[in-house]
């Protein structure tokens, strides 16, 4: 029994590491919310497929997953640090791990740099363009959680930043810039700042105690909810003009109409003193609503 138990500690001493790790890992992409990879990557992949007129080359598949993960990794990593301080403040947010202590600031900042330089590579890996517009797109995703403490329309700079996602992905495919990408840009812009507004609504008290800009600081509940209907609205036409100046075929309106009714639900979850349904509107519908333009678009090429 003695023996069997000595085997047992040391089985567990040797699998101590192994779970560790795994543990510093699991704090990391909670720290970066990786799960929420889903809002963006999908129009990327939208946009990859367009410009292919198909399924895109696998090894520029492969790099521009990389690159999206990478950078959205890079900007959600730069925002845990720089936001650090709001965050303790701030009796939602001062769980999360930088707050807490699970993770110290300077070993966040070298997994900055650690996707960062992933970010570099991939595009590099893509073609000149993309490794050119680099700078541009670090700019962005680093500005980003600054602009809360001088502006209300960081939503918005947060939606230009994600709005990289398709354009980039259209570069990564035909290594050129098209205008006509822009329409499904912009419809980024305004689907992400829609419902980035609505997800405002849960530091309403706290930013406007701290100083801090957002729309519904700024406009209130009911009015930050028809600002919100209005992006969300721009949206839906923006991607009805990205069908058309791409000549898509009757599978992708299907999609867009599919996603009106998704648009047209997740406000219908939301309303001026009744916000108990707000996560389902933001984590659910807009998980959906990306994947939906995806599926459907790539669906108007495959069959």
Known sequence: MVEQSGIGDG??????PIRKLCEKIALYLRMIKFSHSVF???FALTSAFIAAGGLPAKRTL??????MVSARTTAMGLNRIIDWRIDSANPRTASREIPAGRIKVWESALFVVAAMSVFVLSAYMLNPLCFRLTGVAIFFLFIYSFTKRFTWASHFV???TISAAPVGAWIAVTGVFDPRILFLGFSVVFWLAGFDILYAFQDLEFDKGHGLYSIPARFGVAGSL???RACHLLTWVLLLLT????GMTLLFYIGVVVTALLLLYEHSLVRPGDLRKLNKAFFDMNGYISITIFLFT??????
Request: hydrophobic residues 65%.
């Open 226 to 228: 028809w600002i919100s």
């Open 62 to 67: 492969f790099w521009i997953v990389v690159a």
């Open 243 to 246: 069908g058309i100046s791409f």
């Open 158 to 160: 947060l939606g230009i």
């Open 40 to 42: 963006a990557l999908p």
């Open 11 to 16: 089985s567990d001493k040797a699998q101590m």
């Open 298 to 303: 790539a669906a108007s090429y495959v069959l």
